[in-house]
């Protein structure tokens, strides 16, 4: 399979980015996740930052090369992250349970399944629509559905911030899953905290990522949010992949495939995983440290690179 992939997070107006994402992938599969620790709870960049290596750690044990049953994968790496968070909490002896919104992608064979708890979002766009987008699991999403305020009040609205689902609570997620969607070539996938979604006007979304390539988009629509959002401006994150097909494509040019931003996984051997997603954080090392994510990145080009000479 091959896909281009950017992701940038900023601190925005905040004293700490909560925001946290990567991407894993076999020889088949391809995982996106990003989460948004919840600022009104004590530590929730460390609720985000389990809840990323824990559904990691579940895709690279089961993807083999590729997930048996996405559905329940999803549901079960985010029930898991869930649990790991209430341990990580009890073994800091914390006095709340950090908390963190998820949204999780996984693509193979053409196709794609989503899930999500809070307010953190997917966006699925194929020639400049939108043909799928996750809804909020929060108090103003629900009032908007039952036709009580406009869908205008999602970014004013006084209970805007007041979440019903999320990873960490005292009660179990609802993890929400998407049905199985069939992806073409060209089809962009974006996951974003609402740091960025919240600010940006959706057409302008829509817009720049059908427009330009998602190396060029991404940063675009951050620096957009950022300047925003000013001062005060929330996190802003984004992580977003171009498909370019389950198998080799014959008219993707050379250059564009050597690319940073393009992947090809067809000369991965089943048993070997790529990652973007950096240790806990207790492991003492920044997930955002751009020499560690630089480093992240030649490891895997390096292990394509030998992969591609065995099987010459």
């Not at 991407?23 to 599969?29: C, G, L, N, V």
């Amino acid at each position: 399979m091959q896909f281009s992939v950017y992701q940038e997070s900023h601190i925005g107006g905040r004293k700490i980015n909560q925001d946290r994402m990567g991407y894993s992938f076999t020889r088949d599969a391809l995982l996106l996740v990003l989460a948004d620790g919840m600022g009104g709870h004590l530590r929730g960049e460390a609720a985000a930052q389990v809840a990323l290596q824990t559904i990691s750690a579940v895709f690279q044990q089961q993807a083999t090369p590729y997930i048996k049953g996405p559905e329940r994968f999803l549901r079960e790496a985010c029930m898991a992250a869930h649990r790991e968070i209430h341990r990580y909490a009890a073994q800091q002896r914390m006095p709340d349970t950090p908390r963190t919104t998820i949204v999780v992608c996984l693509i193979q064979h053409n196709t794609a399944t989503w899930a999500h708890c809070g307010d953190s979002r997917l966006y699925w766009l194929r020639g400049g629509q939108v043909l799928g987008r996750t809804r909020d699991h929060s108090h103003v999403e629900n009032l908007i559905g039952k036709g009580k305020v406009p869908e205008s009040a999602r970014a004013t609205h006084p209970d805007r911030n007041k979440l019903y689902n999320c990873l960490g609570a005292a009660t179990a997620p609802q993890v929400e899953v998407s049905p199985r969607v069939s992806l073409e070539a060209g089809d962009t996938m974006l996951l974003c905290s609402d740091g960025l979604w919240a600010v940006l006007d959706e057409p302008e979304l829509i817009d720049t990522l059908s427009s330009r390539a998602v190396v060029r988009a991404v940063p675009e629509l951050l620096q957009a949010a950022l300047r925003r959002g000013g001062d005060s401006g929330d996190n802003v994150t984004g992580l977003a992949i171009t498909w370019q097909g389950g198998a080799a494509c014959a008219d993707v040019p050379t250059e564009v495939m050597s690319t940073l931003s393009t992947i090809s996984t067809d000369a991965l051997p089943q048993d070997l995983h790529g990652s973007t997603i950096t240790p806990r954080p207790d492991a003492g090392v920044d997930p955002f440290d751009e020499e560690q994510i630089d480093k992240a990145i030649a490891e895997i080009r390096g292990a394509i690179e030998k992969s591609s000479q065995l099987l010459k």
